[in-house]
């Protein structure tokens, strides 16, 4: 079982930046592929990104060359850093972990999310 806490959302105003973390509890947490998804009002969760066990990265074309994802597995945290906000990137923002390396909505572990609110 692996429990996730996502901190770091709040509002801020479009083209600022924000800095989302998750920990997590596992003690095997470096075997884990972590991604960052949202999900919007009206809105189906989307991917955001995705960071592998090994570092390797993947990203949305709507975050690629904005938001960076890392991990530091000494800390056992994940790290998601936004760039340039847009009103669009407004959702509520989850991690989650998996032993497989994927960017569809089926990871095992999920956090509660945290809320990220960017204005015009």
């Known amino acids: 079982q692996v429990q996730l806490v996502e901190s770091g959302g709040g509002l801020v105003q479009a083209g600022g930046s924000l800095n989302l973390s998750c920990a997590a509890s596992?003690?095997?947490?470096?075997?884990?592929?972590m991604g960052w998804f949202r999900q919007a009002p009206g809105k189906e969760r989307e991917f955001v990104a995705v960071i592998a066990w090994s570092g390797g990265t993947h990203y949305a074309d709507s975050v690629k060359g904005r938001f960076t994802i890392s991990r530091d597995n000494a800390k056992n945290t994940v790290y998601l850093r936004m760039n340039t906000l847009k009103p669009d990137d407004t959702a509520v923002y989850y991690c989650?972990?998996?032993?497989?390396?994927?960017?569809?909505?089926?990871?095992?572990?999920w956090g509660q999310g945290t809320q990220v609110t960017v204005s015009s």
């Open positions: 989650a972990a998996d032993r497989v390396f994927r960017t569809s909505n089926d990871y095992d572990f």
């Open positions: 596992a003690r095997t947490f470096s075997n884990y592929n």
